[in-house]
């Protein structure tokens, strides 16, 4: 007999780089603005002000394939950003001790609905109906630190659109670092294993069309490649 009065629902995961074990997922944390010329295309200032945050749920997570076109927008957009998945607990981490907690690295997606985005924005209203969708979160392997995995400062991220290069950054351009993010986030809560950061993106944003084919690149880490589906 089972605990549960319903089948639980399925445990969200990632895939691990030369492992056939997956990284389970617990919450999906992301940085709402972190690097200066994003900021500036959405037309903030980017002065160091504090990292601001919000969440998606851990289940809009996905391993990328196709991805349906979401309900409610005519604005579906891009943002290439480097993931990092906690593998240790932290509270109250400080920024010395923030690498730590990561368990490996890899390279997501963070799909907007942006015109849900900016009315939300606009009318001071949370931003969930814009970031927190299903398959809102694809994200590629994890490559574990055990194995190397790393976030070189000098690393380069890419997104590209039907082959055409629309995203580049590096990592070094974040106004917040990794382990300052981790450092800021485990002040604010409790960060534990199977959790995962979504650590801001770089200028370039735009929209996706249904068919549309998207791989996201950071150096030295696992690729990530979907699409999305194709008008029915
Ligand atoms: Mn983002």
């Not at 089972?2 to 629902?9: L, T």
């Not at 295309?41 to 990328?64: C, L, Q």
Request: proline share 11%; hydrophobic share 40%; aromatic share 8%.
């Amino acid at each position: 007999m089972s605990r549960f009065v319903i089948e639980p629902p399925p445990q969200a995961s990632v895939a691990v780089a030369g492992n056939s074990g997956r990284f389970p997922v617990r919450r999906i944390i992301c940085v709402g603005r972190n690097y200066a010329e994003h900021a500036r295309e959405m037309g903030s200032d980017p002065d160091r002000e504090p990292p601001f945050f919000f969440m998606k749920p851990a289940d809009a997570v996905t391993d990328g394939g196709v991805i349906p076109y979401p309900p409610l927008t005519a604005s579906l957009h891009y943002e290439v950003e480097l993931v990092v998945a906690i593998g240790a607990p932290g509270d109250h981490v400080a920024p010395g001790d923030g690498l730590a907690l990561a368990y490996g690295y890899g390279v997501g997606v963070d799909l907007t609905r942006r015109d849900l985005q900016n009315a939300a924005k606009s009318a001071g209203r949370p931003w969930e109906w814009g970031k927190a969708f299903d398959f809102s979160a694809p994200c590629g392997p994890l490559s574990p630190v055990s194995a190397g995995g790393r976030a070189a400062p000098d690393a380069r991220l890419s997104l590209t659109v039907n082959g055409q290069l629309r995203q580049t950054g590096v990592i070094s351009d974040m106004i917040w670092s990794v382990p300052e993010i981790i450092a800021n986030v485990s002040g604010a809560m409790r960060l534990a294993p199977g959790d995962l950061i979504f650590t801001g993106t770089p200028a370039g944003v735009g929209p996706l069309s249904p068919g549309d084919v998207v791989a996201a690149r950071i150096d030295g880490l696992p690729p990530l490649d979907f699409s999305i589906a194709p008008r029915a």
